[in-house]
């Protein structure tokens, strides 16, 4: 490589390269002419993972000589490669890139980054499977994960933390059943309700709009919309606005249309989130960008629809680069679910990016009932 910059013309330069590799390697040119040393049979992820490990954790896609290839296309030697990565942390490496490619590199940062990922999924499912039981028993379940009596079990089961005893049960070393018949019979035996933390349930609350998941102090019986124009889900901040005959309309704070509102301050109210259980229907709105091919948008919609999510709203768009840009509003009734319905999605062929979107609202007087959401009253 020392007489890269010895000759002048390029293509000079490159067939005196491919006439003077050696057998077991690639060179491999960066959009800016560095060269990168590979195994022979090297994809564009190992391409990605020798010039920086986060290149190779968002790589969604690849340029070779100016021509867009499949993640597993092999390189030649001589050849310019240009990563294509996301604009945000949405990518993810997928268990199936270990079926192509070499580098030693690549394949550990991979596995690496799988371990974590499955070590995040075990924890979310393992604490999501113990607050069904815990529901289905008729326990209080966000009092019980933030109490002493969580703590005693993860202590009894020689635990080192909470989420170490969460990623148990998701992997079914941990028996989410009889955890929860301990716990009551615990709280049976001398631990009352009383002494529950209720830092989970935003301290002293004395009234709580049980159907809506939304606690107003001192109004217990109002009735309660979410606004359609933010789409407010918990943990968003939220505030309130009282409608004469339409009960009250909770906002993200930080919408346009609340602004607007909160200039007549009588109208105000504080409002917020209860961690008791609710039958509030949330909707959330989901920006989903991906490598256009055949039958994606079915992909996506199924994915959705496993989640248990109900989709209300749907466009799609594609533009001359070949990029799908699709829009889904769904309906669900867990807000920690929104997470890992991203994350399932994240994981679909040719998906790069998938994040909730927030709409742009012009800050004009609209009344609350026009911007709310009708399936928060139902």
Same mark, same amino acid.
Request: hydrophobic share 40%.
């Given at each position: 490589?020392?007489?890269?910059?010895?000759?002048?013309?390029?293509?000079q330069?490159?067939?005196?390269?491919?006439?003077d590799l050696?057998?077991?390697?690639?060179?491999v040119?960066?959009?800016?002419g560095?060269?990168?040393?590979?195994?022979?049979l090297?994809t564009?992820?190992?391409?990605?993972?020798?010039?920086?490990?986060?290149?190779?954790?968002?790589?969604?896609?690849?340029?070779?000589?100016?021509?867009l290839?499949p993640?597993?296309?092999?390189?030649?030697s001589?050849?310019?490669?240009? +990563? !294509?990565? *996301? &604009?945000?942390?949405?990518s $993810?490496?997928t268990?199936d890139?270990? @079926?192509f =490619?070499?580098?030693?590199k /690549?394949?550990?940062?991979i596995?690496q980054w799988?371990?974590?990922?499955?070590?995040e999924?075990?924890?979310?499912?393992?604490?999501?499977?113990?607050?069904e039981?815990?529901?289905?028993?008729?326990?209080p379940?966000?009092? +019980? !994960?933030? *109490? &002493?009596v969580?703590?005693d $079990?993860?202590?009894?089961?020689s635990? @080192?933390? =909470?989420?170490?005893?969460? /990623?148990?049960?998701?992997d079914?070393?941990v028996?989410?059943?009889a955890?929860?018949?301990?716990?009551?019979?615990?709280?049976?035996d001398?631990?009352?309700?009383?002494?529950?933390?209720?830092?989970?349930?935003?301290?002293?609350?004395?009234?709580?709009?049980?159907k809506?998941?939304?606690h107003?102090?001192?109004m217990?019986?109002?009735?309660?919309?979410?606004?359609r124009?933010c789409t407010?889900?918990?943990?968003?901040?939220?505030?309130?606005?009282?409608?004469?005959?339409?009960?009250?309309?909770?906002?993200?704070a930080?919408?346009?249309n609340?602004?607007?509102?909160?200039e007549?301050?009588?109208r105000?109210?504080?409002?917020?989130?209860?961690?008791?259980g609710?039958?509030?229907?949330?909707?959330?709105?989901?920006?989903?960008?991906?490598?256009?091919?055949s039958r994606?948008?079915?992909?996506?919609?199924?994915?959705?629809?496993?989640?248990?999510?109900?989709?209300?709203?749907?466009?799609?768009h594609?533009?001359?680069?070949?990029v799908?840009r699709?829009r889904f509003?769904?309906e669900?009734?867990?807000?920690?679910?929104?997470?890992s319905?991203?994350?399932?999605?994240?994981?679909?062929?040719?998906?790069?990016?998938?994040n909730?979107?927030?709409?742009?609202?012009a800050?004009v007087?609209?009344?609350?009932e026009d911007i709310?959401?009708?399936?928060?009253?139902r």
């Open positions: 490589i020392d007489w890269q910059g010895e000759v002048s013309d390029p293509s330069f490159l067939e005196i390269l491919k006439t050696e057998q077991d390697e690639l060179f040119f960066t959009p800016k560095r060269v990168i040393t590979l195994p022979v090297s564009p992820v190992d391409f990605a993972y020798a010039v920086h490990t986060e290149v190779g954790h968002s790589c969604m896609g690849a340029r070779v000589n100016g021509r290839v993640l597993d296309y092999k390189l030649a001589g050849d310019t490669c240009e +990563i !294509l990565v *996301s &604009q945000g942390e949405t $993810e490496p268990e890139w270990l @079926e =490619v070499v580098s030693p /690549a394949r550990s940062k596995k799988l371990t974590r990922e499955r070590l999924d075990l924890v979310e499912n393992g604490r999501d499977e113990l607050v039981r815990l529901r289905q028993a008729g326990l379940a966000q009092k +019980i !994960l933030s *109490s &002493q969580l703590q $079990e993860v202590a009894l089961l635990f @080192e933390s =909470v989420n170490e005893f969460f /990623a148990a049960i998701g079914q070393r028996d989410a059943v955890t929860v018949e301990r716990m009551s019979k615990r709280m049976r001398g631990l009352q309700p009383d002494q529950l933390s209720m830092s989970s349930v935003g301290g002293n609350v004395s009234s709580v709009n049980q809506n998941g939304v107003i102090e001192g217990p019986d109002v009735l309660v919309r979410l606004s124009c407010p889900v918990p943990p968003d901040e939220v505030t309130g606005f009282v409608t004469k005959g339409r009960g009250v309309t909770v906002h993200r930080d919408c346009a609340a602004t607007a509102l909160a007549d301050s009588a105000v109210v504080d409002v917020e989130w209860s961690s008791d609710s039958s509030t229907m949330f909707i959330a709105a989901v920006e989903v960008k991906a490598l256009d091919r994606l948008l079915r992909d996506v919609a199924n994915a959705l629809s496993d989640e248990h999510v109900n989709i209300v709203a749907c466009t799609t594609t533009g001359s680069d070949r799908a699709m509003e769904f669900f009734a867990d807000p920690s679910h929104l997470q319905v991203l994350r399932v999605i994240k994981r679909i062929d040719g998906v790069y990016d998938a909730r979107v927030l709409p742009v609202v800050s007087s609209l009344d609350a709310a959401h009708p399936s928060a009253s």
